[in-house]
């Protein structure tokens, strides 16, 4: 099971909208709506930002939001805050009833 | 609150064995499927392996299949994960980390214990 395709670093300044792709495959991104997206601080655990591709766990500020399209979900965050430079990570559920994560995006707030 | 708490990492020789545990409370575990993940130094996550809330059910990555077993013991609120013949290459923070029930999301994750493999 090969690690879903994401962008090594996206950037913006605090304000503008930032979008994160995370691309798989017919067998797991393509086929679930079982994409979920977590950040992660450097040295701290990850935590839950979007479940089922769109929903947000309680909690979650609604400038962070989810969607997907064919093989390729995304995570859009608006109103980019300093706070929110991190690494995100998207995973899915797959075919074979295991779990996948991307390869990490890191965020930076200019 | 809900918490996990991993213990039982440290400096392992290639080829030895090592049990990491999870021990959680403030919910019902019994009532939760649970996971292991595990990120080796400065890289990305890496998913591990999945328990059913009962046990019944294991998953496991292709890359540790047949050297990893994850268990748990309800009465005692733990998860394990037994790792065995192990590589350079299994150096990371392993994390456990509860699955929101029938949404194949992680809600909540332990703070990690780092597995070094070195000679």
């Known amino acids: 099971q090969s690690a879903l395709t994401q962008p090594a670093s996206v950037s913006g300044s605090p304000g503008q909208s930032i979008t994160i792709s995370c691309t798989g495959t017919?067998?797991?991104?393509?086929?679930?709506?079982?994409v979920s997206w977590y950040q992660q601080h450097p040295g701290k655990a990850p935590k839950l930002m979007i479940y089922e591709v769109t929903n947000r766990p309680s909690g979650v500020p609604d400038r962070f939001s989810g969607s997907k399209s064919g093989n390729t979900a995304s995570l859009t965050i608006s109103g980019l805050q300093a706070e929110d430079e991190a690494d995100y990570y998207c995973s899915s559920y797959t075919s074979s009833n295991t779990r996948v994560f991307g390869s990490g995006t890191k965020v930076a707030v200019l | 609150q809900v918490q996990l708490v991993e213990s039982g990492g440290g400096v392992v020789q290639p080829g030895r064995s090592l049990r990491v545990s999870c021990a959680a409370s403030?919910?019902?575990?019994?009532?939760?499927?649970m996971h292991w993940v595990r990120q080796a130094p400065g890289k990305g996550l890496e998913w591990v392996a999945v328990i059913s809330y009962d046990g019944s059910d294991r998953f496991y990555a292709d890359s540790v299949k047949g050297r990893f077993t994850i268990s748990r013991d309800n009465a005692k609120y733990t998860l394990y994960l037994q790792i065995n013949s192990l590589r350079a290459e299994d150096t990371a923070v392993y994390y456990c980390?509860?699955?929101?029930?029938?949404?194949?999301?992680?809600?909540?994750w332990g703070q990690g214990t780092l597995v070094t493999v070195s000679s």
């Open positions: 403030g919910f019902s575990f019994n009532r939760h499927a």
């Open positions: 980390a509860r699955d929101l029930a029938m949404k194949y999301s992680c809600d909540y």
């Open positions: 017919s067998s797991d991104v393509g086929f679930y709506n079982y």
